[in-house]
C-alpha cells in the first residue's frame, strides 16, 4: 500500500512539475513568458514590459522621436539615449530574465516536491561504504 501511495505523490508531482528546457524556450521567445509558466507574473509582467519597451524604444530612436533621439540628453549624442535605454533593457529581459526563469523552475518544482513528500535525493545514511587500500612496495 506505501508503495502505490508513493508512486502515486511521484506521478503527481510529474504531472505538475515544470519543464526547464520549456520554460527556457517560452522565456526566449518573449521575454516573461517563462516566468508566467512557473506562475510568477509579477516578474513575467515586468520582463515583458522591458522587451515591449525595448521594440518601442527603439523604433523611436530610428524614427528619430523625441526624447529618444534627442541631442544632448544626458550628455549623449544623438540616437544614443534611445539605444542605451534600449540595450540596457533588452539585457535584463533576456539576460536576467533567463537566469530567473531556471532559478524560478527549480524553485517551483522543489516546492512542489515538498508538497509531495519526494525526495530526489539518495538516502545514503543506510549505505555501507568499504574503503580498500593496497600497495605495493
Not at 516578474?43 to 522621436?65: M, P
Given at each position: 500500500?506505501?508503495?502505490?501511495?508513493?508512486?502515486?505523490?511521484?506521478?503527481?508531482?510529474?504531472?505538475?512539475?515544470?519543464s526547464?528546457?520549456?520554460?527556457?524556450?517560452?522565456?526566449?521567445?518573449?521575454?516573461?513568458?517563462?516566468?508566467?509558466?512557473?506562475?510568477?507574473?509579477?516578474?513575467?509582467?515586468?520582463?515583458?514590459?522591458?522587451?515591449?519597451?525595448?521594440?518601442?524604444?527603439w523604433?523611436l530612436?530610428?524614427?528619430?522621436?523625441?526624447?529618444?533621439?534627442?541631442?544632448?540628453?544626458?550628455?549623449?549624442?544623438?540616437?544614443?539615449?534611445?539605444?542605451?535605454?534600449?540595450?540596457?533593457?533588452?539585457?535584463?529581459?533576456?539576460?536576467?530574465?533567463?537566469?530567473?526563469?531556471?532559478?524560478?523552475?527549480?524553485?517551483?518544482?522543489?516546492?512542489?516536491?515538498?508538497?509531495?513528500?519526494?525526495?530526489?535525493?539518495?538516502?545514503?545514511?543506510?549505505?555501507?561504504?568499504?574503503?580498500?587500500?593496497?600497495?605495493?612496495?
Amino acid at each position: 500500500i506505501e508503495l502505490s501511495k508513493n508512486i502515486q505523490r511521484y506521478t503527481m508531482y510529474e504531472n505538475e512539475a515544470k519543464s526547464l528546457p520549456k520554460a527556457l524556450c517560452l522565456g526566449l521567445l518573449i521575454p516573461g513568458y517563462g516566468q508566467y509558466y512557473t506562475e510568477n507574473n509579477t516578474r513575467g509582467s515586468l520582463y515583458t514590459f522591458l522587451f515591449l519597451y525595448t521594440i518601442v524604444n527603439w523604433n523611436l530612436a530610428i524614427a528619430d522621436v523625441e526624447p529618444f533621439a534627442s541631442d544632448d540628453k544626458f550628455g549623449l549624442t544623438r540616437n544614443e539615449f534611445g539605444f542605451t535605454t534600449a540595450m540596457v533593457s533588452i539585457f535584463i529581459a533576456y539576460g536576467i530574465g533567463t537566469i530567473d526563469t531556471i532559478i524560478a523552475v527549480n524553485k517551483y518544482n522543489r516546492k512542489l516536491a515538498a508538497k509531495y513528500n519526494i525526495s530526489l535525493q539518495p538516502e545514503l545514511e543506510n549505505k555501507n561504504l568499504l574503503l580498500k587500500i593496497s600497495y605495493n612496495l
